[in-house]
């Protein structure tokens, strides 16, 4: 019994991540369904109204770009409060910690949260753990 459902726990995250797919069936179809029949033909047009350059490597550049210069600011920012503590433990190396009373304190999410509901949705783990407000 415990083999058949982790049997269909699998399945499940393989469909929503559409690395299976399910003949026949509309939302699991399979992911090439999914692009412009005229792709080859109008790529260019496609890419225009997307924004995005047909060059994967200036796409990947770009990108690089942004996170490297965001990442920069964080870590020029994260110093400075006094909230978050950044150490090596076997734990996790992030702790939060907030002042009784803070400004800053914390919320649990909205109740109605789609994130929460699908907690590991193509290898990324959502748990029911608390939010900035």
């Known amino acids: 019994m415990v083999y058949e459902v982790a049997t269909f726990q699998a399945l499940r995250e393989q469909l929503r991540c559409k690395?299976?797919?399910?003949?026949?069936?509309?939302?699991?179809?399979?992911?090439?369904?999914?692009l412009p029949t005229d792709l080859e033909?109008?790529?260019v047009e496609h890419y225009g109204e997307?924004?995005?350059?047909l060059d994967a490597g200036v796409f990947i550049d770009e990108l690089r770009a942004e996170m490297t210069g965001e990442l920069a600011a964080l870590d020029e920012v994260v110093g400075?409060?006094?909230?978050?503590?950044?150490?090596?433990?076997?734990a996790g190396a992030i702790k939060f910690t907030v002042p009784v009373g803070s400004a800053h304190a914390w919320r649990e999410p909205v109740a109605n949260s789609a994130w929460r509901g699908r907690r590991?949705?193509?290898?990324?783990?959502?748990?029911?753990?608390?939010a900035f407000p």
Request: hydrophobic fraction near 35%.
């Open 19 to 34: 690395e299976v797919w399910v003949v026949g069936a509309d939302r699991w179809r399979n992911p090439d369904a999914d």
């Open 50 to 53: 997307l924004r995005k350059p």
């Open 41 to 43: 033909s109008r790529r």
């Open 120 to 130: 590991s949705e193509c290898g990324v783990s959502a748990g029911a753990g608390r």
């Open 80 to 90: 400075e409060l006094e909230w978050v503590e950044i150490a090596e433990r076997n």
